[in-house]
C-alpha cells in the first residue's frame, strides 16, 4: 500500500519549470531515499509536498486522500513530520524547549493562563523521555544555538519526530556532519522511525545506500529510476547521470 503518491507533480517559478511531471510512490513502512545532482528538483519536491509551495499542476495523495496545497500545520496534524536542510529549531529556547513545543503541538496543547505547562507532568515526562532517546538529556537546559553541530541536527530530527508522524521526510539530515556524527544520526534514525514511513533526500551515497529500502533517482525535475539500492547502483543511466564511477 502506498502511503504516499504524488502524480503529474508539477512547479515553476514564474517562467523557470523546476518538476516535470513527477509520479512518485512511497510505500507504507519502507525508508525511501530521493537523490540527484544539485538543481535536480528534490528539495522543490519536498516543499511542494508538504505545503511550502503549491503545485502549478498535479496532486498528492496521503494514505489515499489528496492533501495538494495543505499547510505544514495541517500535515503535522494528519501525521506528516518534516525536517528541513539547514536547521531549523528554536535557536534561543533549550533543547527541552524545543522538544516540549512539539509534543504541544501534537497534542494541540496552547498556552493559556489558566493552564502553566510546567505542571503538564505528561509532556514533562514525555519530553525528557525523548531527550533520553537522543542523548541529549544532559543537554536538557542548553540553548539550541548552544549545542553542536550534531546535536542540533538530532534535536531537529526529534522534533519533526516528537510529533508522532506516520511519515517524516528529512531533507539533507547528514548534510555538513562529520563522519562519525553521521553514523550517529543514521542509528538515531533508525531507532526512532521504527515502524514509520521515512523519505529522505540526501548526497551521502553511503547513508543511502544503507539506509533505503528504495531510492528514486530525479534528474531535471524528472523521475529517472526507482528501485532497490542494487538495482540503482547498477542502473546504467543512474551512472551516466549522476553517480558515476562512485564506489557505492
Known amino acids: 500500500m502506498n502511503i504516499l503518491e504524488t502524480k503529474d507533480l508539477k512547479h515553476s517559478f514564474g517562467p523557470l519549470a523546476v518538476l516535470f511531471g513527477v509520479d512518485l510512490q512511497i510505500e507504507e513502512g519502507e525508508r525511501h531515499a530521493v537523490i540527484g545532482p544539485n538543481g535536480a528538483g528534490k528539495t522543490t519536491l519536498f516543499n511542494t509536498i508538504t505545503g511550502t509551495y503549491h503545485p502549478t499542476s498535479g496532486k498528492v495523495f ?31 529556547l533549550t533543547a527541552f524547549q524545543n522538544i516540549r513545543l512539539a509534543i ?41 544555538s548552544a549545542l553542536s553541530y550534531g ?3 538530532a ?10 508522524p ?7 539530515f547528514a548534510a555538513g556532519m562529520s563522519k562519525e556524527e553521521t553514523a550517529d544520526a543514521v542509528a538515531l534514525i533508525r531507532k526512532l522511525t521504527e515502524g514509520k514511513t521515512v523519505v529522505i533526500i540526501e548526497h551521502d551515497m553511503d547513508v543511502v545506500f ?12 524528472k523521475i529517472l529510476a ?16 549522476y553517480l558515476g564511477d562512485l564506489e557505492v
Open 62 to 92: 496521503f494514505k489515499g486522500k489528496d492533501i495538494t496545497g495543505y499547510k505544514p500545520h495541517k500535515l503535522a496534524r494528519i501525521g506528516i513530520g518534516r525536517s528541513f536542510q539547514i536547521t531549523s529549531t528554536f535557536m534561543n
Open 166 to 172: 506516520e511519515l517524516v521526510l528529512l531533507d539533507e
Open 104 to 144: 504541544l503541538s501534537k497534542d494541540g496543547v496552547r498556552f493559556n493562563l489558566l493552564r502553566r505547562v510546567d505542571k503538564m507532568q505528561r509532556i514533562t515526562q514525555e519530553t525528557d523521555e525523548m531527550l533520553k532517546r537522543i542523548n541529549l538529556y544532559e543537554d536538557r537546559n542548553t540553548p539550541a
Open 151 to 153: 546535536k542540533s541536527r
Open 210 to 221: 544503507s539506509l533505503a529500502d528504495r531510492i528514486t533517482v530525479l534528474h531535471y525535475g
Open 155 to 164: 534535536l531537529e530530527i526529534s522534533m519533526a519526530l516528537a510529533t508522532n
Open 226 to 241: 526507482t528501485g532497490k539500492p542494487e538495482e540503482i547502483r547498477n542502473n546504467q543511466a543512474v551512472k551516466d547521470a
